[in-house]
Every structure is written in structure tokens, then in C-alpha cells.
């Protein structure tokens, strides 16, 4: 049995103590919640004594390891970590598809006492976390909100059973200890400097491995051989003691042993001086007296926060911008703007999680779409144009050479007539902007036939007329071109003559590409984008800040004039719908509650918008059964009410009150929060739910969660509602 504590919100500081089985906490972290928002009752692992309140100095022992992701990291990344070890993996409330966030927890074998866990904590969260958890878990007392997610949301759930997580599998924090010999008059020796002073880039860099990402002060870092995007390797890691040293996960990082602590004198004796301490040590002491030079060159390390690659940037984005602007002629200052950030992502890709689409479109021919294409051709890191390509040419060759997609002709492609034969197309492009994104196909070798994933990320640059698909359109910068005006002038591109043009160019962003670090989070982004133009601008935003100058103002400035206002007419027909109910309802009503109306009213009014599609939509316009599909996902059904002395279908307003909060943004009236309504009818796209995959099913009634408490105490239920029954 485990000792667990409750709370009734986040500022309880009474702790309830619960007596719960392996089996019982599994079971409860299975199932999620339904509620508007994330308040709700909470859970801790640790437990108190008597009257005691919640606070670290109180805890008396904890029975769960517990570990948050919130950097995007996706649960199949740890299963070699993980393997054999009984856990449950949740979503937590802000997880979406796109950002993955997430909570694992690993019950123990036997509870650690609470006076014992600053030591144990971090034994166990390095090699199981990989450097990618909230440090805040490290706290003894920290609760954690029982599994919930918003109304409708996607979300998911794993067990695996495995034997119970004991702390002394996992060796000690210990560093190596300094040779005696160094230790100098004043008692400071040459390897504290050392240790105080290098950093891991000076002793990692010359050795091959690659800077992947720094979170929370700590730095993370992939072994040579592997790609960034193929995940860690080590860590940084600060001892209890304040000792700054390097933490190695990978059993491929020769001559590092694998799980293994090094002080950064260590890492440099393990790496420069096989393992001898004595041989490092003095060659440190050596350097010291000025009486030894290095024993290789040190170059200068160029990063977005120094001299060198920093100062070349601007002027490189510069050059792109006044290339581009030169051939194109762009409708407002913004557009080329972005195309010339985006131009130098496909440089930079390896420090992109997410990578936008240049969605270059107009309503005529003749405006300039292929155009830019042929000028993006010759600036862009290993272009490939191509014209309505076969799903499968994509992914092998996004696979096979990792290019920058430029698609001509969309509009053939995704055209009324056309777009149902090119499905598994734009399946891939719904997700071909994360990293890490694949296709599974099933590829014949000899007589038999073997399951291989396709990588789909990749830059991607789609033209055409008129609009893209919602999904596609969802995750991309819209370019939108149009006719110059008789009084615009722009120079003719040759190809020949605009590759020479552009080679320097090329050659200067080659070189920053083998030159700049650069973070792999952007600070400040404009809160008025949505979370996916969030994740689409971040990478161009993180490249602005690294040029400095006016590059940072002009790329938000950019952000919000492309990407934050989206018209109603280019929304989803259901976030249409809701936008014209609503303002039906506030024209109506004026300052009085709604009242109920007819289905039969609601359809007549609502086709006397002249501008929405409701009377020409398929043939019948706008039918009873046409508008209860569109409104099923977004929870809103229409009743039999007795209206004007019959009985009638109708729909009340306050049914939409939750919709209209959710989907529309209140402060422009049109618009919508969220691109991806709940889905109708998932039970028959997938009967099965996800339990092919081991996932909890996110569809139906959510039930509430028991702990059903093993020592007499009342069972205890936290309702799908959010409302608190067992405190």
C-alpha cells in the first residue's frame, strides 16, 4: 500500500491522508476529468504526520517518483529508460497534440524519508527524465493536479506494469575527486578554476558533440555521430554541493561510460587524457604557470549572445530581404518580412522543433506566386520544386534528402474536384510541420515486407489560387500576393543571372548555419497569435533576436499583422456558424436574455446574412439536419420546446454560451481560439477508440475516479465535473 495525501485546491495546506494499492493509484491516474479550467483537487505522494501542514521540512516519506514534461518531449523518446519499470504516463491539462506535455509516475518499492529525498531526487530524475523535466518536481511537498483536461480535448493515458522503482539501482551523485598534487598555496587549486571557470561547450564542441537545447539553466547536449533532432545524450548537472559537472546518458559515447557523473575535470580527463586524472590535472597545472600551451586550439565560440556570427546575421537577412523585394513586388511590408526570415530557417532547421509553411496564394493568376517560388529557389537550403508529386515521391524524398519543399499549383491539387484523390497528401502536410513527425509504410524486401518510417519534417514553401486547405492553411504564414498596379515596377528574374546574384548570399548563410548556437525557445511572443501561430513564428522570431538591430520588432510586428487577425470567412462553416448565431442572438435579444428559437426561425435568419454561405450552401441551402451536424461537435443540440402554443425543435442560446466563449475571441467578435473543434462521431470514424495503442479512450462520458481507500475511510470520487467529493 502506498501512503498518498489529497487536497481539495491548490490553497489547501491541510493534507488528507489516503492509503491507496499499486493498482488503485494506476487506475486513478487512467482516468481524465472533463472541466473548463484547471482548478480542481490535487494529489501528493508524499505523506504527513499528524496535524502537520504541507511543507518539505513536514513530509515524512514519498512513495512516487514523479516527473513533468513540459518541453514538447513525446513518451516513446523514454522507453529505453523506462523499460521494465511499472509507471503511468498522463496528459495534463494544457497537453495538445502539437506540444506534447505531460506527467510520469514511478510508485517505489519502498517509500524514501522525506529527510533523504534532496539527496535521492536527483539519482533518479537524470537518468529516468533525460534533463527534460520541471525542476519544481524535485520539491517534496509538491502537489499534482489528478489527471483533467478541457471540455472535448484530446488527451491520453499509458500503464505499463513492470517491477516497482528502487533507488539504490541507480548509482550516487559523486563527481571524481581532484588529484592532492594540484591544490596550490592559497588551498585553490587549478581544477576548481577549472571547474568554476570552462564551460561544457570549450570541452564538448572539439570532441564532435552538438548543443541541443538549454531549459531552465541546464544545458543539453547530443553525442557525435547522432543528430540533434534524434535526442539527448547528457546534461549538465550541479551536484548538492555546488560542483558544476556533466551528467552522460548514452552507452555510444566513447569514451564516456554510460549513466555516469563527471565533473567538468573529469569530463576533460575522460576525454582529452584517457581517464588519467594525473595526466589532466597536470597539463592543467602546466597551463597555469604559463610554462604549457594547449594541446589544441581552442576557436572562439560563436553564439547568438556574443561577437562574430551574431554581427553577421543581420546583414545576411539584409541581403535576403532586399533580394526579394527587388524581384517581387509584395502588398504590404510585412510579407517579405517574413520570407526572408523564413529563407534563413531552412538553414537553421536542426534548432527548429517546429518549421511553418509559406503559404504564398492569391485570387488570380498572374500575381506573382511562381515568381517568388523562382526566387526562393535560389536562396533557399537545398530547394526541390515540384508540381502536384505523389504522396509517396514525398516522403522518400523528404526522407532521403531532407530538402525545401517549394509546391507549385496547390490549387490542382486541393481543388472541389481534386482534393479527395489527394487525402494522404495533405495527411502529411497536417503533420509534416513538428519535428519528429513520420509517416509508417510497408516496404517489400525480397519475399517478405518490413514496417519503415518516412521522416516528413521539413521546410515547406505551398503556392496557389485561392485558399488552402483549413488544416494546412492552420499551419502556415499566409503570403498573399497580388497584380502590381501599373505605377509598380519590379526587375524581370533570370534564372541564370539571379543564381549568381544570390550565391554570395547563399555562401554567407551556409556559413552561419556551421557558426551560430541559437535557443531553441523565443522569448516574448505576441500573445495576440494562437498557440500553433505561436509554434510556427518561434523559430523565425528566435532568428530575428540572434540578428539583432530593428530584426526583433520588425518579425513581431510581422507575426501580428500576418497571422494574428483571421476573418471569419476563412474559418472552419462551424466556427462560421457560431460567429453568425452569435450575432443573431446579441441582435435579437439586444439587452434581454435570449429566448429559445424555432429551428425553422434560426435557419431564415441566419440566410439573411447576406455575406455568410447559409442560402447557397449544396443545393437546399442550409437544412434542420445540416445545422444540427455542424453545431453536434461543439456540444450544442437542439430540444423539443413548446414555442408560440406547439411543440417545436428549437435551440436556447444558452446552449451556445460555452461555444461562443471557447471557439470565438470576444474581443473582435470573429475569429476563433482553437482551429480543431471537438470531433463528431468519433465512435465511428474509429470504433475501437485508441485502445490499439495502449492509450485511455478520450471519447464519451467521463466517469469519476475512485481511490478506494484499503483502511475503512469512505471511497473517494473526484466527479468529471470538477466538483470535490471526497474532501
Known amino acids: 500500500m502506498f501512503a498518498i495525501s489529497t487536497f481539495s485546491g491548490e490553497t489547501d495546506t491541510v493534507p488528507k491522508p489516503r492509503e491507496v494499492s499499486t493498482n488503485q493509484l494506476a487506475n486513478a491516474l487512467m482516468k481524465h476529468s472533463e ?3 484547471k482548478d480542481g483537487p490535487l494529489w501528493s505522494p508524499a505523506s504527513y504526520g499528524l496535524e502537520a501542514a504541507r511543507a518539505n521540512d513536514q513530509v515524512q516519506a514519498i512513495c512516487c517518483l514523479v516527473l513533468d514534461f513540459d518541453g514538447g518531449e513525446r513518451p516513446e523518446d523514454f522507453e529505453q529508460a523506462w523499460k521494465g519499470l511499472e509507471c503511468v504516463l498522463h496528459s495534463t491539462f494544457s497537453h495538445t497534440p502539437e506540444h506534447p506535455k505531460w506527467r510520469a509516475v514511478f510508485p517505489f518499492a519502498a517509500p524514501i524519508p522525506g529527510g533523504e529525498w534532496e539527496q535521492v531526487y536527483p539519482r533518479l530524475a ?22 483533467s483536461c478541457p471540455v472535448g480535448a484530446e488527451h491520453f493515458a499509458i500503464h505499463h506494469e513492470g517491477k516497482l522503482l528502487r533507488h539504490d539501482d541507480f548509482p550516487e551523485l559523486e563527481f571524481d575527486e581532484e588529484p592532492r598534487s594540484t591544490r596550490s598555496n592559497q588551498g585553490k587549486s587549478v581544477v576548481d578554476r577549472y571547474n568554476a571557470e570552462v564551460s561544457l561547450a570549450e570541452i564538448l564542441e572539439p570532441q564532435g558533440w552538438i548543443f541541443h537545447s538549454k531549459r531552465g539553466g541546464q544545458e543539453r547536449w547530443t553525442r557525435p555521430g547522432k543528430e540533434r533532432r534524434d535526442g539527448l545524450s547528457g546534461c549538465s548537472v550541479t551536484s548538492l554541493g555546488g560542483t558544476r559537472g556533466f551528467y552522460n546518458f548514452s552507452a555510444n559515447a566513447d569514451p564516456l561510460l554510460a549513466n555516469t557523473y563527471y565533473t567538468l575535470f573529469g569530463l576533460d580527463a575522460a576525454l582529452n587524457h584517457h581517464g588519467d586524472h594525473k595526466a589532466a590535472a597536470k597539463a592543467l597545472a602546466g597551463r597555469a604557470r604559463g610554462k604549457e600551451e594547449p594541446t589544441r586550439s581552442q576557436p572562439p565560440l560563436r553564439s547568438v549572445n556574443g561577437e562574430g556570427a551574431t554581427a553577421e546575421l543581420g546583414p545576411a537577412l ?29 538553414y537553421f532547421m536542426e534548432w527548429a522543433e517546429c518549421s511553418p509553411y509559406l503559404a504564398i496564394l492569391s485570387a488570380e493568376k498572374q500575381s506573382g506566386k511562381t515568381k517568388l517560388l523562382d526566387v526562393l529557389a535560389v536562396l533557399v537550403h537545398r530547394p526541390w520544386r515540384q508540381i502536384a508529386p505523389t504522396e509517396a515521391v514525398l516522403f522518400r524524398t523528404i526522407e532521403r534528402d531532407s530538402p525545401t519543399l517549394l509546391l507549385d499549383e496547390l490549387d490542382a491539387v486541393f481543388g472541389p474536384n481534386t482534393a479527395k484523390n489527394h487525402e494522404g497528401l495533405r495527411a502529411l502536410l497536417n503533420t509534416g510541420n513538428r519535428r519528429g513527425a513520420k509517416v509508417s509504410r510497408c516496404v517489400q524486401k525480397a519475399k517478405s515486407f518490413d514496417l519503415v518510417d518516412f521522416e516528413v519534417f521539413c521546410p515547406k514553401a505551398l503556392a496557389g489560387i485561392g485558399r488552402l486547405p483549413d488544416t494546412v492553411a492552420d499551419r502556415s504564414i499566409p503570403i498573399r500576393l497580388c497584380r502590381l498596379k501599373g505605377t509598380e515596377r519590379v526587375e ?3 534564372q541564370v543571372r539571379g543564381e549568381t546574384a544570390a550565391r554570395p548570399i547563399r555562401e554567407a548563410l551556409e556559413e552561419l548555419r556551421d557558426a551560430l548556437i541559437l535557443p531553441v525557445e523565443a522569448d516574448n511572443l505576441p500573445d495576440a497569435l494562437d498557440g500553433r501561430s505561436q509554434d510556427g513564428w518561434e523559430p523565425l522570431v528566435v532568428l530575428a533576436d540572434a540578428a539583432g538591430g530593428g530584426w526583433a520588432a520588425v518579425a513581431r510586428a510581422a507575426a501580428l499583422a500576418l497571422s494574428a487577425r483571421k476573418d471569419a470567412e476563412e474559418e472552419s462553416l462551424g466556427i462560421r456558424l457560431l460567429f453568425d448565431c452569435r450575432r443573431l442572438f446579441s441582435t435579437s435579444a439586444g439587452d ?7 429551428t425553422a426561425m434560426l435557419l431564415e435568419k441566419l440566410k439573411e446574412f447576406e455575406e455568410a454561405p447559409w442560402s447557397g450552401l449544396d443545393q437546399k441551402g442550409l437544412t434542420p439536419y445540416r445545422l444540427s451536424k455542424l453545431l453536434k461537435p461543439y456540444g450544442i443540440k437542439p430540444k423539443d420546446r413548446r414555442l408560440s402554443g406547439s411543440t417545436v425543435k428549437s435551440y436556447d442560446p444558452a446552449d451556445f454560451a460555452d461555444a461562443f466563449e471557447r471557439y470565438l475571441d470576444s474581443d473582435r467578435g470573429e475569429g476563433c481560439k482553437s482551429a480543431t473543434p471537438q470531433q463528431a462521431d468519433v465512435s465511428e470514424a474509429n470504433p475501437k477508440g485508441n485502445e490499439c495503442c495502449g492509450v485511455a479512450d478520450s471519447g464519451g462520458e467521463t466517469e469519476g475516479i475512485r481511490l478506494d481507500d484499503a483502511v475503512g475511510a469512505p471511497a473517494s470520487t473526484i466527479a468529471a465535473n470538477g466538483e470535490e467529493e471526497i474532501f
Not at 533525460?130 to 511537498?141: F, I, L, M, Y
Open 318 to 346: 539584409d541581403l535576403v530581404l532586399n533580394f526579394l523585394k527587388t524581384y517581387v513586388g509584395f502588398p504590404t511590408q510585412y510579407e517579405p518580412i517574413a520570407c526572408a526570415l523564413w529563407v534563413a530557417h531552412t
Open 492 to 494: 524581370k528574374f533570370r
Open 592 to 598: 434581454a436574455p435570449a429566448q429559445p428559437i424555432a
Open 35 to 37: 472541466r473548463p479550467g
Open 126 to 147: 537524470l537518468p529516468l527524465g533525460r534533463g527534460c523535466t520541471d525542476a519544481s518536481c524535485g520539491d517534496a511537498s509538491r502537489m499534482y493536479y489528478l489527471p
